[in-house]
């Protein structure tokens, strides 16, 4: 399962936002794997379910305005802004998640 805040559900299923960020110590998903795309919190609520095409880690530093916009961002700053905060450092590595929507859960 991914889990994401309410607020990503309708950018995620019209495909605006097709990749995601986590600071994982090892990945949680596969390539070709498909996974529910859930709430954060309790009661979870999937809404969706994604496939996993793609899965590398990046450094803070290396993200840039594409990938920060489709990640839902309006630029390669606000995300670095909003990871300085969580307290990583732009040589922190992140695990750059992408998916594609398939459906209904």
Known sequence: MLAFSPK????????????TFRKWPTPRVKVGGVYDAATIGFP??????????GLRKIKLG???????????AASAEDVRSYWTKQGFDLKKELWL?????QGKP
Do not use: C, H, Y
Request: hydrophobic residues 40%.
């Open 97 to 101: 998640v992408e998916f594609e929507v």
């Open 44 to 53: 979870r609520k999937t809404f969706t379910k994604v496939r996993v095409t």
């Open 8 to 19: 990503w559900i309708q950018p995620i299923i019209s495909g605006k936002k097709n990749l």
């Open 62 to 72: 290396d993200i840039d305005d594409a990938l920060a916009k489709r990640d839902g």
